[in-house]
T-cell receptor, first 115, second 114 residues
Framework: AQSVAQPEDQVNVAEGNPLTVKCTYS??????LFWYVQYPNRGLQFLLK??????LVKGSYGFEAEFNKSQTSFHLKKPSALVSDSALYFC?????????????FGKGTMLLVSP | GAVVSQHPSRVICKSGTSVKIECRSL??????MFWYRQFPKQSLMLMAT?????????EQGVEKDKFLINHASLTLSTLTVTSAHPEDSSFYIC??????????FGSGTRLTVV
């Protein structure tokens, strides 16, 4: 079984400050990890993914995420937050060894960036 | 590249009627598509996996006869909510596997049953 935990329902940060949105995962095999962003009444937009290689993954809009195998984490980060980053963020995982192609999502974290 | 078009974006229907939602991969072939349901301020719940040319695989607790999925071509999957009731009101999102970043999502359909 695969699962994702996003421990924070909401993250508040001031514009210009660094932000972190936390994600931990559980898979029996090797993880295929994603971050998506969702704006109100819209679908999910891809930010970044990790399959293999460098633990630090750079994605869209200045976001990056660090894969930490020992802590089974894949936290999303950005050095300087923008008000326009305010949205709902989802972490997702797929077990590459399971033979199934379905993604499992975390519950989502609302990011609010204040001016 | 790797765009998924989902229509309609919003639909209001009367209780007891059926509603069809389309999900098209515009510039790639999608052997596998997924249908999700999202409740307000909640995560995406996988409803079913749609495979081109074969029957969809439904998740536990999802009624096959109520949520009809058809994946007749490599670029189109449809979800039909039959005999809709107010409790079916929700945000439905489709997704397709692509070679670029793995999964591409449609823009979602807000279904309101009155």
């Amino acid at each position: 079984a695969q699962s994702v935990a996003q421990p924070e329902d909401q993250v508040n940060v001031a514009e210009g400050n660094p932000l972190t949105v936390k994600c931990t995962y559980s898979v029996s095999g090797n993880p295929y990890l994603f971050w998506y962003v969702q704006y109100p009444n819209r679908g999910l937009q891809f930010l970044l993914k990790y399959i293999t290689g460098d633990n630090l993954v750079k994605g869209s809009y200045g976001f990056e995420a660090e894969f930490n195998k020992s802590q089974t984490s894949f936290h999303l980060k950005k050095p300087s937050a923008l008000v326009s980053d305010s949205a709902l963020y989802f972490c997702a995982v797929r077990d590459l060894n399971s033979g199934y192609s379905t993604l499992t999502f975390g519950k989502g974290t609302m990011l609010l960036v204040s001016p | 590249g790797a765009v998924v078009s989902q229509h309609p974006s919003r639909v209001i229907c009367k209780s007891g009627t059926s509603v069809k939602i389309e999900c098209r991969s515009l510039d790639f072939q999608a052997t596998t598509m997924f249908w999700y349901r999202q409740f307000p301020k909640q995560s995406l719940m996988l409803m079913a996996t749609s495979n081109e040319g074969s029957k969809a695989t439904y998740e536990q607790g999802v009624e096959k006869d109520k949520f009809l999925i058809n994946h007749a071509s490599l670029t189109l999957s449809t979800l039909t909510v039959t005999s809709a009731h107010p409790e079916d009101s929700s945000f439905y999102i489709c997704s397709a596997i692509n070679r670029e970043n793995g999964y591409t999502f449609g823009s979602g359909t807000r279904l309101t049953v009155v």
